[in-house]
């Protein structure tokens, strides 16, 4: 069976986490430091603050900006959950707004029809390793007075105008689960360039206390969410593979484009000029998805559907619908997920253009 994902835990990161636990420091302390220090500089930010997974970052983030209740932030209506989700813990509105039929990401064309006089921020979701469009965004953003904080949690490395995703906007937010281009086995990261955002947000993840002070002084309200050693001394390993994991899922979706462009059906994706991918899912459209599906079970090739619901059809997000969704909701019945990963083999690739 080939999997639609695939981790790469190495030796590296086998002894990372040994030399980590026998240390005697499992909880976060100074290999969450030397990972923060790491991925800031990775993603040219001057600050990184782990975090327990990239939805307790996305959260984080926008509480660190005061959203609360009443105001609403734009949200692409065609994502992962956590997306809106973090939206709702803090007791704000999402404000769907409808993605580009061909980057799959929010369409720029549509987020100002959707700005009121309670619009905080925008949120642009770098879907599936593509970078979201971010120079009118951030036009937008400017002109109207609004926080930006991306979505990033599938854009490890990902690059827009040659600068890396992640130094974007006010804060940018990753996940790394498992199936991510790289992993600390679950745990988030949230990248800013602004000193008094990132010591708001050290104090938020760690029950309100001041980054430098562990005593029991609690400022303002807090969350436990902050990383363990364990899951950094993973994260420091990982990333210093990131760059190779990412250049073997450039070249396998490469080889997909050539090989499936042209069959009847089938759209492969479609990547902006300025962008640079780094495909955590290759995910072609199929006008008639449930027969390559077949193939792809018949064949043991595994595939995912991402997503087969747009936001607003989930029943506590329905109240948020709006008519103008129609690319979200199209896309969620016709796109497709194919193998991308890393640990492919070339015969697995030759495998999977077999399934067409």
Not at 306 to 319: A, C, G, S, T
Request: hydrophobic share 40%; aromatic share 10%; with cysteine.
């Amino acid at each position: 069976m080939i999997p639609i994902a695939k981790p790469l835990i190495g030796e590296e990161e086998q002894r990372a986490v040994m030399d980590a636990l026998t240390s005697g420091m499992i909880a976060c302390g100074p290999r969450v430091e030397e990972f923060e220090k790491l991925f800031a500089n990775f993603v040219e930010t001057k600050y990184a603050i782990a975090t327990t997974s990239g939805t307790t970052a996305l959260h984080l983030a926008l509480a660190s900006l005061g959203i609360k209740n009443d105001d609403e932030v734009i949200v692409p209506a065609f994502t992962f959950i956590a997306s809106a989700n973090s939206v709702l813990l803090c007791n704000a509105t999402p404000v769907f707004c409808d993605v580009n039929p061909k980057t799959f990401n929010i369409d720029v064309e549509k987020i100002e029809s959707l700005i009121t006089d309670k619009t905080r921020a925008v949120m642009p979701v770098h879907l599936y390793g593509q970078p979201a469009d971010m120079k009118p965004i951030i036009e937008i953003a400017e002109k109207h007075n609004l926080y930006i904080v991306g979505d990033a949690a599938q854009a490890h490395g990902a690059k827009y105008n040659d600068k890396m995703i992640g130094s974007y906007g006010d804060m940018e937010c990753f996940s790394f689960y498992p199936t991510k281009n790289m992993t600390t086995g679950e745990g988030g990261i949230i990248t800013t360039n602004n000193e008094e955002l990132a010591e708001r947000l050290y104090s938020l993840r760690n029950h309100g206390r001041e980054k430098t002070k562990w005593g029991y002084e609690h400022g303002r309200l807090g969350y436990n969410y902050r990383m363990t050693d364990v899951g950094a001394a993973i994260g420091v390993e990982q990333l210093k593979k990131l760059p190779s994991f990412n250049n073997s899922r450039r070249n396998n979706a490469k080889f997909l484009d050539e090989n499936l462009a042209g069959i009847d059906g089938v759209e492969t994706p479609f990547v902006l000029d300025n962008a640079w991918h780094v495909y955590h899912q290759y995910t072609i459209i199929c006008r008639d998805r449930s027969s390559i599906i077949e193939s792809l079970k018949k064949n043991e090739v595994g595939f995912g559907i991402y997503y087969p619901k747009p936001l607003h059809f989930f029943d506590h997000l329905k109240k948020y619908s709006h008519n103008d969704l129609i690319n979200s909701e199209k896309l969620a019945e016709t796109v497709l997920s194919l193998p991308v990963h890393p640990a492919l083999t070339n015969e697995d690739l030759d495998k999977i253009v077999s399934c067409f």
